[in-house]
């Protein structure tokens, strides 16, 4: 009987022996599925979340770019509107006080004329001649 018991602890050990070294390599297959998926995932998230960021860069830039342009427009606007504004008034003023306006000489040949430039040409004109200075004076 003590040679029996000797053979089936001996079995009995081999079955441990093997169902440990079957669990040990589980485990280790466990750890390398773990260890796979989680450089799946930080792959994955740090895909994502440079994306994301991308994604709100572009958006502030765009925010940055529209906030620009729109503050360029309306400084554009406000320019359009002070030169309307004050070319108007020379207008009326023109209007109101014929005298200042400049003459041009009409010479053909027969003889010399002197006659009242046109308003409109004067306007225009003055427009062209003070076109430096005031982009001088509003540079935007």
Do not use: C
Request: aromatic content about 12%.
């Amino acid at each position: 009987m003590e040679g029996l018991e000797k053979i089936f602890f001996k079995l009995l050990e081999e079955k441990n022996n093997q169902k440990q070294a079957i669990l040990k390599e589980a485990q280790n297959e466990k750890l390398q599925i773990l260890k796979d998926l989680e450089e799946e995932a930080k792959k994955y998230f740090e895909g994502w979340f440079k994306k994301k960021k991308d994604s709100l860069l572009r958006r502030k830039q765009d925010e940055v770019f529209n906030l620009r342009l729109n503050y360029k427009k309306g400084t554009l606007l406000e320019k359009e509107k002070i030169l309307k504004e004050s070319f108007e008034k020379v207008e009326e003023f023109l209007l109101s006080h014929r005298e200042f306006l400049p003459k041009k000489e009409l010479v053909t040949k027969k003889d010399k004329k002197e006659v009242d430039i046109d308003l409109e040409d004067f306007l225009t004109f003055l427009k062209s001649y003070y076109a430096p200075q005031i982009e001088e004076f509003f540079p935007f």
